[in-house]
């Protein structure tokens, strides 16, 4: 009895891991290669413990347990609940940039590596040196704006 428990555990486990791979873990991870393996494992020791004809009907039983299982969990939307369902629309600076020309000045708020936030006209803005790494508080001017982007320089 105890073979058959043994037997029973790593296959479940190896199936739940398998899901937990797919559903929540997507891409190859160590995840999905331990449920792999204790799948393996379990069918393994069911060929060991009780032979050929019933190794054979372990791995039948357990392809059927798991393509069901597969099926009803992505037919009956039982993962939805855990899916991400909003979206972004927004973009940086879009529609704001109108105001703003090269030569003005500002004030950097975070510090720029090289992007990051600079206060323009009274409005945060996403700004981007060209490498250079600007420390927060320090007065930049822009250089020039290209298609959403506000391109600036430390004023020294």
Request: glycine fraction near 10%; avoid cysteine.
């Amino acid at each position: 009895m105890t073979e058959w428990s043994i037997i029973i555990s790593l296959i479940a486990l190896g199936l739940v891991l398998i899901i937990i791979e797919i559903i929540f873990v997507p891409g190859t991870t160590f995840v999905g290669v331990g449920g792999f393996v204790f799948l393996v494992i379990g069918i393994f020791l069911s060929f060991k413990y009780f032979g050929r004809e019933t190794g054979w009907t372990i791995v039948g039983i357990s392809s059927v347990i798991s393509g069901g299982l597969f099926y009803y969990s992505f037919k009956a939307d039982v993962w939805s609940r855990f899916a991400l369902k909003s979206t972004i629309d927004s973009k940086v600076n879009e529609g704001e940039l109108a105001q703003l020309s090269p030569g003005q000045e500002g004030i950097t708020i975070s510090a720029l590596r090289p992007v990051g936030k600079a206060e323009l006209l009274n409005k945060l803005f996403e700004v981007k040196t060209l490498g250079e790494y600007v420390d927060s508080g320090t007065r930049i001017r822009i250089i020039k704006i290209l298609s959403n982007q506000i391109i600036v320089e430390p004023i020294n």
